[in-house]
């Protein structure tokens, strides 16, 4: 099995429940087991049209999937809860990134592992080390911590006060609503 972090975002909708949804979706997909969840952090929109704050979280998975095959699952996902194609960094039910996967360096016409702006937002980088605060970036060879450190001034991100309320007990497969 395979260690990999995906990040996951919604600024539409009932925020909180699509983040709920997405990490029920991706335990469900095949071969794929959801260890842990970060917080949720309330994020500012970085670039495209004006729109409301995220809710962002990361998941930490195991998986037997190619990185392709899981990028196509995640698609999957995003089309069925109802995110439709719009304008670059525009508003969305549910964003779903491949930020790492294993140490692997992927860069394709519609993948890059890991995520390329990875080390480029606090949004990201805190959720991350919050599960994991000794992860390496696999390309750059740096600590994240230092990483997020190097950041200076960025978008705001906040700890929602909502948690993520799920069941541990049963490899995060049902939500406790």
């Known amino acids: 099995m ?9 600024n539409v909708g009932n925020q909180h429940r699509n983040l709920i949804d997405a990490i029920k979706r991706v335990a469900a997909l095949p071969d794929t087991t959801v260890r842990s969840t970060s917080s949720i952090y309330e994020t500012e929109p970085v670039g495209g049209p004006p729109q409301e704050w995220y809710l962002n979280c990361v998941i930490e998975a195991e998986s037997d999937l190619t990185p392709l095959y899981l990028l196509k699952a995640l698609k999957g996902i995003e089309r069925a809860m109802g995110r439709k194609e719009s304008v670059r960094h525009g508003p969305r039910v549910v964003d779903l990134d491949i930020l790492l996967y294993g140490n692997l360096f992927v860069e394709e016409k ?3 592992i ?6 480029k937002r606090a949004f990201v980088l805190i959720p991350l080390l919050e599960i994991d605060e000794n992860l390496i970036h696999p390309c750059l060879h ?3 911590k230092q990483l997020l450190a190097d950041l200076g001034k960025t978008p705001a991100v906040k700890l929602y006060p909502k948690p993520l309320p799920l069941n541990y007990n049963n490899g995060l497969r049902e939500a406790i609503i």
């Open 142 to 144: 740096k600590p994240l």
């Open 114 to 119: 890991p995520h390329r702006e990875l080390h």
């Open 2 to 10: 395979n260690r990999l972090f995906i990040g996951i975002g919604s």
């Open 110 to 112: 519609d993948l890059t």
